[in-house]
């Protein structure tokens, strides 16, 4: 049982380009997030989706866009790239109820932009 | 917006001392989870807690939920090298059809063998 996968685990950008990352969870959980790790800020919500074909803003949503592919599949992009972008990223899955449930991460995917 | 205050923000410990760690929040929370981070993967749920007061423990970690709602503490007893990582701390606020947990900035912990 994979859980959460996120891809890619690495990625370099130049500033002003585009990229997508993946992330798919196997546990038919209906909710996903996407968050951002930074040194000293801790997890910093981007966006999530509380059911298939829905998506909302987090604390952190400027610069980024997100499909909410099938139930499986939430891919965040980043349309032109920017150095405040450098980051970790998580996605992440809820099992269990939107208001009692507990979140299930994936690995991670650190961004590079230079 | 809410906010979670963790402490500490790091410990060096040596092998074998139990370590605490809390949350406070000025905002009253219907779940509290705690989760470990180690380091290059992702957090990892230890202990989720669903009613004022509840003390749950998972092996050598024991995490309480606040009477008050507002705070919740993991204890670590007798470390072990293996417990060296972030630690974050996770509240829900009651009533939320959204579910979004807002996250502690972690405590980092150190264990000198």
Known sequence: ?114 | GQQLNQSPQSMFIQEGEDVSMNCTSSSIFNTWLWYKQDPGEGPVLLIALYKAGELTSNGRLTAQFGITRKDSFLNISASIPSDVGIYFCAGRVGGGSQGNLIFGKGTKLSVKP
Request: aromatic share 10%; with cysteine.
């Open chain 1, 1 to 114: 049982n994979a859980g959460v996968t996120q891809t890619p685990k690495f990625q370099v950008l130049k500033t002003g380009q585009s990229m997508t990352l993946q992330c798919a969870q196997d546990m038919n959980h209906n909710s996903m997030y996407w968050y951002r790790q930074d040194p000293g800020m801790g997890l910093r919500l981007i966006y999530y989706s509380a059911s298939e074909g829905t998506t909302d803003k987090g604390e952190v949503p400027n610069g980024y866009n997100v499909s909410r592919l099938n139930k499986r599949e939430f891919s965040l992009r980043l349309e032109s790239a920017a150095p405040s972008q450098t980051s970790v990223y998580f996605c992440a899955s809820l099992m269990g109820p939107t208001n009692t449930g507990e979140l299930f991460f994936g690995e991670g995917s650190r961004l590079t932009v230079l």
